[in-house]
């Protein structure tokens, strides 16, 4: 796929909407497509994390698992959805599993590239954190819900 | 005297802010007291500080349809309480009531987060951090539904 094209996606997707033109450059120079198959682990609890995923279609489950727990998935991900921050902070590990329910067509970025330009660039650095926190934030209130849901 | 400055540089969540950030912040903030049983903030409230606590104990609460409030998690000294400010519609998530008396300070998040805005350089370095916290926070949910998965 042409650099602009990858240029376009990233920019229509909602997350990244309002970023400057050559914020987005930057973002393209980290960016790759991906394509997984059903039922495709595209990353698993506990290991280390390199990358974020933005899903451009099919559906994505983000799951928890743990020995004597049987995964349950706590939200299911499409279209647009952003996967993967845990490259973010040490110690660079998911804290979820995700896992393709159909084929998943999706770009990824380089977690490490996107956080060395965040520090160069604050004014980037800003903006995608505050995208980013937000996600997590996402995550934090879909955990606390369910919690809520089957604590006795 | 110690200085109020004095006091935040020393807190891990403010380490290694530049100082006229830390000065920026230190503008920000005033001393809070609550007494136990005092009602800090509400779900659906609208988000405008943050309390890093340096004394008492405070509960994270979720209303269930259910059940009633339900207690997420407990603070004490050097925790931060608050990130709600910080993202779009600018309400808290959860609510907070001190169950002992309590002593914090307060920051005013939506002065900061105008000054943020301004400066991106202070911007970055508060999402980093505040990013971290609802990071760590994730953490302590996912743990504590892992926790009530295996006991059940």
């Known amino acids: ?152 | 005297m110690e200085t109020l400055q004095g006091i935040l540089s020393a807190h891990p969540f403010f380490n290694d802010l530049p100082a006229p950030h830390l000065e920026t912040v230190t503008g920000c903030v005033s001393n809070v007291r609550f007494k136990a049983g005092d009602v800090i903030f509400r779900e659906g409230e609208e988000a405008d500080h943050f309390y890093l606590i340096r004394e008492g104990k405070v509960a994270l609460r979720i209303h269930s349809e259910r059940r009633g409030p339900l207690t997420i998690l407990t603070l004490g000294a050097g925790d931060i309480l608050g990130w709600s400010w910080l993202f779009p519609p600018y309400r808290w998530k959860f609510s907070a009531r001190a169950i002992e008396d309590t002593r914090a300070f307060a920051a005013d998040g939506k002065c900061l987060r105008e000054k943020a805005e301004r400066d991106h350089d202070l911007g970055y370095e508060l999402l980093m951090r505040f990013a971290h916290v609802v990071e760590e926070r994730l953490e302590a949910t996912r743990l504590q539904l892992l926790n009530v998965y295996q006991d059940q």
Request: with cysteine; aromatic share 8%; net charge negative.
């Open chain 1, 1 to 152: 796929m042409e650099t602009a094209t990858l240029e376009k996606v990233l920019e229509e997707n909602a997350l990244f909407k309002g970023l400057k033109e050559q914020h987005l450059r930057t973002l393209v120079e980290s960016a790759t497509i991906v394509r997984f198959e059903p039922g495709d682990v595209i990353f698993e609890e506990g290991e280390p994390a390199h990358r974020c995923y933005v899903i451009r279609s099919g559906k994505v489950a983000l799951q928890l698992e743990s020995y004597r727990v049987e995964p349950f998935t706590l939200m299911t991900l499409e279209e647009g959805d952003i996967i993967g921050w845990s490259w973010l902070f040490p110690p660079y590990r998911r804290k979820f599993t995700a896992r393709a329910l159909g084929v998943i067509r999706a770009i990824s970025l380089d977690g490490r590239q996107v956080c060395e330009r965040c520090e160069q660039d604050h004014d980037l650095g800003y903006e995608l954190m505050k995208r980013f926190a937000q996600i997590i934030e996402n995550r934090v209130e879909a955990l606390s819900v369910h919690l809520v849901a089957v604590e006795k």
